[in-house]
Nanobody, 127 residues
Framework: QVQLVDSGGGLVQAGGSLRLSCAAS????????MAWFRQAPGKERECVATINWSGGSTYYLDSVKGRFAISRDNAKNTVYLQMNSLKPEDPAVYYC????????????????????WGQGTQVTVSS
C-alpha cells in the first residue's frame, strides 16, 4: 500500500505548461506501476498516462501524445506529469494512482486496476 499526495495544478493559459507531482509514502513505491487520470465535470475518469514500475515503459491517451510526459523518480518516491501545449479540452481534476506491483500492463491502466489514489489537483486552462 502507498499513500499518494497530488500537487501542481493551477490556472494556465492555453498553450502553456504545468508539471504535476505525486508524492508517495511507503517503501514499496518503486515496485508499483503508476498512472495519471483526469475527470472533467460530467465525464468519466480517464487514464491519460501510465508508467511501468521500472520507468522503462510509458503509455498515453491519444489526445495527449506528444504533449504530456509521465516520469518517475523512485529515489524521491515521486511520479510526475509534464503537461505542455495545454488545450481548452484538458481542464479537469487530475489524480495519480498506483496500480499493480511490478506492473507492466503494455497499455493504459484501467480505473479498477488501481488500488491507491491521490486526492486530486485541479487544472484549469484559460483561452
Amino acid at each position: 500500500q502507498v499513500q499518494l499526495v497530488d500537487s501542481g495544478g493551477g490556472l494556465v493559459q492555453a498553450g502553456g505548461s504545468l508539471r504535476l507531482s505525486c508524492a508517495a509514502s511507503g517503501r514499496t513505491f518503486s515496485t508499483y506501476a503508476m498512472a495519471w487520470f483526469r475527470q472533467a465535470p460530467g465525464k468519466e475518469r480517464e487514464c491519460v498516462a501510465t508508467i511501468n514500475w521500472s520507468g522503462g515503459s510509458t503509455y498515453y491517451l491519444d489526445s495527449v501524445k506528444g504533449r504530456f510526459a509521465i516520469s518517475r523518480d523512485n529515489a524521491k518516491n515521486t511520479v510526475y506529469l509534464q503537461m505542455n501545449s495545454l488545450k481548452p479540452e484538458d481542464p479537469a481534476v487530475y489524480y495519480c494512482a498506483a496500480a499493480g506491483r511490478y506492473g507492466d500492463y503494455g497499455r493504459l491502466v484501467r480505473y479498477y486496476e488501481c488500488n491507491n489514489w491521490g486526492q486530486g489537483t485541479q487544472v484549469t486552462v484559460s483561452s
